[in-house]
Every structure is written in structure tokens, then in C-alpha cells.
Nanobody, 115 residues
Framework: QVQFVESGGGLVQPGGSLRLSCRVS????????LAWFRQAPGNERELVAR???????SYSHSVKGRFTMSRDDAKNTLYLNMSRMNPEDTGVYYC?????????WGQGTQVTVSS
């Protein structure tokens, strides 16, 4: 059974930084390209970063240059380092396979950027 457990969200001021983690269980971590997604209130879920083992990450236009995705295959864990955050980064962040998430979604972790 594949499970995604996201953590690390919280309230951050504009311009601040936050680091998210995603623990992946099941035999998918090294088999698939994995990604971070976010869903802002009233919007559809969107892919913000994706990374395959041995490859380079790619990012959506809205986060490129501010977010950095990495993965630790030994720990089956994904990370998303977010910096220079702005209110448009507010939303629930999820991880799953790229591009659209083939497995059940986890609960996500709430990120709120506000002063």
C-alpha cells in the first residue's frame, strides 16, 4: 500500500522560508518521478515541483527560483525548501507521483503566508 505523509507546514510571514517533508511508504519511491503539488482555496491542485531519481528537479513558473525540491532515497523522503514566500504560496501541499498523482492523496500540510 502506497502512502504519502506530508509535514512541515505552518504560518510564515511574506519573505520567509519553510521546509516541507514527505515520507513515502510502499515500493514506489525509486520507481517513479515524484512531485509536490499544492491546492489554494478555490483552486485546482497544481504541480509545483517534480524530480526523478538521478535527475534534476523542474519547477512551475510561479515557484522557480524560490523553491528547491530534493529527495533522500535512503529515507524514502521528499523535501521542498521554500524561500521568499508570498501570500500566493498559501495552500495545502501534497506529494504524489508526477504528473497527476496515480495514488491516493495524503492529508497534505497547510502552508499559510500572511503577515
Amino acid at each position: 500500500q502506497v502512502q504519502f505523509v506530508e509535514s512541515g507546514g505552518g504560518l510564515v510571514q511574506p519573505g520567509g522560508s519553510l521546509r516541507l517533508s514527505c515520507r513515502v511508504s510502499g515500493s514506489v519511491f525509486s520507481r517513479f518521478e515524484l512531485a509536490w503539488f499544492r491546492q489554494a482555496p478555490g483552486n485546482e491542485r497544481e504541480l509545483v515541483a517534480r524530480l526523478v531519481t538521478g535527475g534534476s528537479p523542474s519547477y512551475s513558473h510561479s515557484v522557480k527560483g524560490r523553491f528547491t525540491m530534493s529527495r533522500d532515497d535512503a529515507k524514502n523522503t521528499l523535501y521542498l525548501n521554500m524561500s521568499r514566500m508570498n501570500p500566493e504560496d498559501t495552500g495545502v501541499y501534497y506529494c504524489n507521483t508526477a504528473p497527476g498523482g496515480r495514488y491516493s492523496w495524503g492529508q497534505g500540510t497547510q502552508v499559510t503566508v500572511s503577515s
